[in-house]
């Protein structure tokens, strides 16, 4: 086996012959049959390629082919380092008695999830950091699970911002008579930062001690120089950890394109409920976990996730362009509401919420109380605007919980597009 440079063939260019010590430790750990120590060589392997921005060409066709190609890469939300065949017309396949003749890496959890995904908040503290081993997959098999996998589950990362934003209140926009006409992104980031006051990373340690809104300190390494100063501090059994919430207009695959400021490298793809299927473009409220990277020896920006919002004066967060544009209707609708003497809420509910028929996640929790009468009604409104059909059908799924919260009112895009949103949500409350 050998290291060859990225995006080649394998054959042109210098290659670096992989000791065979090395090489046989990683294919016994692979196989299932290696010892913890194989599983350490397998780690420095891939940690030196991943570095180096080598790829690792498999010998198992002999010295005068083309190689196959292995890309080694990490799967944050497992803290699993693991080998993914690189498959393309005109690539060579692994010879059939290859022990790394397997299928490609099953799907990414982001590409996956769908809004039926249970999002349940995280317990514990404020943390994605782990003091646990760095794992390396395993091929999958009977007796072997497939460390590889990428369940359907709502990352940690995101829960933790979902969590933020419950706390700040910012994924619930007032009546009209008690909000302000001049909010700005200051005073979102204000609310941000108060609820980061009540939160902790570690024991004694609260989320506000190693917590930043915009990107600059990270750019001139302040976020690394608080870092080394509180972690000869930290509790035992926790790893020292900080945070940053950026506005951003755009996310391309690692690179947070921050507003106003450089943009910021994430060493590991950003996630975001803007997949295959379901674009969501900017503004993002973008959650970033800095920590040791130990291949930099030092500290680095290691995750991200990018949650997309109504704007940078309203952090209200939305998982689709339609969502988006139905939040901006109910927001409007607060104005002609109020003057009819209604108070109109709107909620963004960001965790399941639970009956008796099981969990469920409205896109809209909508209440209304008349000032005349004192009387209060409740809808759920459900955006059907998704491409996507896992999404519709999940939507689906869960309108008989929603109806145990509050009547369910279905929007589809002629709805928007005909200005009609407003007469069904005012006939759905049937308020005087």
């Not at 260019?13 to 049959?33: K, Q, S």
């Not at 944050?76 to 393309?88: D, I, P, V």
Request: charged share 20%.
């Amino acid at each position: 086996m050998w290291l060859v440079a990225r995006h080649g063939s394998g054959v042109a260019g210098d290659r670096i012959a992989i000791p065979d010590l090395v090489r046989d430790a990683l294919v016994r750990w692979y196989m299932g049959t290696g010892s913890r120590a194989d599983g350490d060589a397998g780690i420095m392997l891939v940690q030196q390629a991943r570095v180096g921005g080598k790829w690792i060409a498999c010998d198992c066709l002999g010295m005068g082919m083309a190689p196959p190609i292995l890309t080694p890469a990490f799967l944050s939300e497992a803290e699993t380092y693991y080998l993914r065949r690189l498959t393309s017309p005109g690539r060579p396949e692994h010879h059939a008695a290859c022990p790394f003749v397997r299928d490609q890496a099953s799907n990414r959890g982001t590409q996956v999830r769908s809004p039926a995904s249970p999002a349940e908040p995280p317990n514990g503290y404020f943390e994605i950091l782990r003091l646990a081993p760095e794992k390396l997959a395993r091929r999958p098999g009977k007796e072997c699970r497939d460390d590889r996998t990428r369940q359907a589950s709502v990352p940690r990362l995101a829960r933790l911002l979902w969590r933020l934003l419950a706390a700040s209140g910012l994924n619930r926009c007032p009546p009209l008579c008690q909000d302000r006409d001049d909010r700005s992104i200051r005073d979102e980031y204000v609310r941000l930062t108060r609820a980061a006051g009540h939160m902790e990373i570690a024991p004694g340690v609260e989320l506000a001690r190693a917590f930043w809104t915009y990107g600059e300190p990270l750019h001139s390494r302040r976020v690394y120089a608080r870092l080394r100063e509180m972690a000869h501090l930290w509790p035992p059994g926790h790893a020292p950890q900080s945070f940053l919430a950026l506005f951003a207009r755009e996310v391309h695959g690692s690179t947070v394109h921050v507003a106003g400021s450089d943009p910021v490298s994430i060493t590991n793809p950003v996630h975001s409920p803007s997949i295959r299927g379901n674009r969501v473009m900017g503004p993002y409220l973008v959650l970033i976990v800095v920590g040791q990277y130990p291949q930099a020896h030092g500290y680095a920006p290691l995750r991200a996730y990018a949650q997309p919002i109504l704007a940078g004066n309203r952090f209200m967060p939305v998982n689709s362009e339609f969502e988006r544009m139905v939040l901006r209707d109910l927001i409007a609708l607060r104005a002609p509401m109020d003057r009819s003497g209604i108070d109109l809420g709107i909620e963004k509910p960001v965790f399941d919420m639970i009956t008796r028929l099981g969990s469920c996640r409205p896109d809209f929790l909508l209440q209304a109380r008349s000032r005349s009468t004192g009387e209060v009604r409740q809808i759920v409104i459900l955006a059907m605007g998704s491409g996507d059909a896992a999404g519709r059908e999940g939507k689906a799924v869960s309108v008989p919980r929603m109806e145990l919260i509050a009547p369910v009112l279905k929007v589809t895009p002629l709805d928007h597009q005909q200005g009609r949103i407003a007469s069904l949500i005012a006939a759905a409350l049937d308020l005087q």
